[in-house]
């Protein structure tokens, strides 16, 4: 048993007739389904007491679980079928693999073509309803501290740029939230190799420990904006073309600029060996040319 009781729950949220079977032909997937689609986004956690809540009745009513349950169960039923779609005309039995005959009076299958159309609509449908389940539990968040807790969540402040909305600010994803976790390992490269060479590692860390503490001074929030554009023209550069790696490089240098105006205010990068500014601060980037013996790649300054 599952969060799913029964099939009339999973017709719910996918087109199926009664006559499916969902015992056989749907129930030996539901474990996969959440093995890849659920776990990864929601957390083991979660679901395991959102499934021990919908399999004891007698529970007492739990109003978070009961607004989550439609969300999960959308994405669940849309990737369980998804699964179960290549196997659901194929007999197996100890005549090896048999399928419908039309013939004898049985249905006609569907067209390859068909079942792949659906098939990909599925699988689109199904992280669609991943993507419902995440806003939700983000605009929730104070609700499930289970999801807080786990590696399925998405709003983790690990640096200067965290979420999709933070990152739609700059260049439109559509707030999605899934496209956001794959660019996210490229935001942390970022970081480490581009920006902290150039503000300081300290002076990095607390950015971040404000934002964490959501207590950020006015002069950090003022080099904040530079360098979250920074970040993100860098993270798209490598999908795109390179004139966002071009405008990553002038906000970087924007940033630097603010830096070395008022070091004074910023004592941690004064301090550090990041410190470049003085009457002789050069925020040209460097050019590779035939005359210079070294070359330079992917570096904003040298």
Do not use: C
Request: hydrophobic share 40%.
């Amino acid at each position: 048993m599952s969060i799913f009781s029964n099939l009339e729950q999973f017709q719910e949220y996918v087109k199926v007739n009664a006559t499916l079977d969902f015992q056989k032909a749907v129930k030996p997937f539901i474990p996969d389904a959440v093995e890849h689609y659920i776990y990864p986004h929601l957390g083991e956690e979660l679901y395991n007491l959102l499934k021990n809540y919908v399999q004891t009745p007698a529970s007492a009513a739990n109003e978070k679980y009961d607004a989550l349950l439609p969300y999960v169960r959308r994405a669940l039923a849309r990737f369980t079928l998804f699964k179960a779609s290549p196997h659901l005309d194929i007999n197996v039995g100890t005549t090896g693999y048999t399928t419908a005959a039309p013939a004898t009076g049985g249905l006609a299958p569907a067209s390859a073509a068909r079942v792949e159309k659906f098939d990909k609509g599925l699988e689109v449908l199904g992280w669609d309803a991943i993507e419902t389940m995440l806003r939700f539990l983000e605009k929730n968040k104070a609700d499930y501290p289970t999801w807080i807790d786990s590696e399925a969540y998405t709003m983790n402040i690990t640096g200067l740029v965290n979420n999709a909305e933070e990152f739609d600010k700059e260049y439109k994803i559509n707030k999605s939230r899934l496209q956001f976790i794959t660019y996210r390992p490229k935001i942390n490269r970022v970081e480490t190799l581009q920006i902290k060479p150039v503000i300081s590692t300290a002076l990095f860390d607390e950015i971040v420990a404000q934002i964490k503490a959501d207590e950020l001074t006015d002069l950090n929030s003022t080099l904040l904006h530079p360098l979250r554009i920074a970040i993100i023209m860098f993270t798209v550069s490598e999908k795109e073309n390179d004139r966002y790696h071009q405008d990553a490089v002038s906000y970087l240098s924007e940033a630097r600029k603010i830096l070395d105006k008022n070091a004074a205010s910023y004592p941690l990068y004064l301090d550090s060996e990041e410190y470049r500014g003085g009457d002789d601060a050069d925020y040209t980037q460097f050019e590779n040319t035939e005359d210079n013996k070294i070359f330079v790649a992917g570096a904003p300054f040298i």
